[in-house]
C-alpha cells in the first residue's frame, strides 16, 4: 500500500514537499512516480525514478519540482517550490516492482496507487 501525505493549500510561489510511504520493503527494483489529475482533467505524470534511478519530469515541472527516495523508509518525495496555480490538483504516488513498463513517466504500467493529497495554489 502507499499512503500519500504533505499536500495543502498556499499561494503561487511556495513550496511543498509530498511524501509517499510504502508499507512494505521496497528495497530492490522499483519503478516510482508521481501523478496528478485535476478537476475535468485527465491523470498526468509530473516526475518518475526507473528501477536504476534515472529521473524523469514532465516537462511543465522541470526546474521547480524534484522527485527523490529514500529507501531505508520506504519513502518517496516530491519537492515542489515556484508553485503556480495550474499545479493545483490531486497529486498521487504510485509503484511498479520490476522495471518500468515503458520509462517513469508511463501511468499504464503502475499497478500500486496511493489515495492522493490534494494540492491547492492560489494566484
Known amino acids: 500500500q502507499l499512503m500519500e501525505s504533505g499536500g495543502g493549500s498556499v499561494q503561487s510561489g511556495g513550496s511543498l514537499t509530498l511524501s509517499c510511504l510504502a508499507s512494505?520493503?521496497?528495497?530492490?527494483?522499483?519503478?516510482w512516480g508521481w501523478f496528478r489529475q485535476a478537476p475535468g482533467k485527465e491523470r498526468e505524470a509530473v516526475a518518475g525514478?526507473?528501477?536504476?534511478?534515472?529521473?524523469l519530469y514532465a516537462d511543465s515541472v522541470k526546474g521547480r519540482f524534484t522527485i527523490s527516495q529514500d529507501n531505508t523508509e520506504n519513502v518517496l518525495y516530491l519537492q515542489m517550490s515556484a508553485l503556480k496555480p495550474e499545479d493545483t490538483a490531486m497529486y498521487y504516488c504510485?509503484?511498479?516492482?520490476?522495471?518500468?513498463?515503458?520509462?517513469?513517466?508511463?501511468?499504464?504500467?503502475?499497478?500500486?496507487w496511493g489515495q492522493g493529497t490534494q494540492v491547492t495554489v492560489s494566484a
Open positions: 504510485a509503484a511498479r516492482g520490476g522495471y518500468c513498463y515503458g520509462d517513469a513517466l508511463t501511468q499504464v504500467g503502475y499497478n500500486y
Open positions: 512494505e520493503n521496497t528495497y530492490g527494483n522499483y519503478c
Open positions: 525514478i526507473d528501477a536504476d534511478d534515472r529521473i
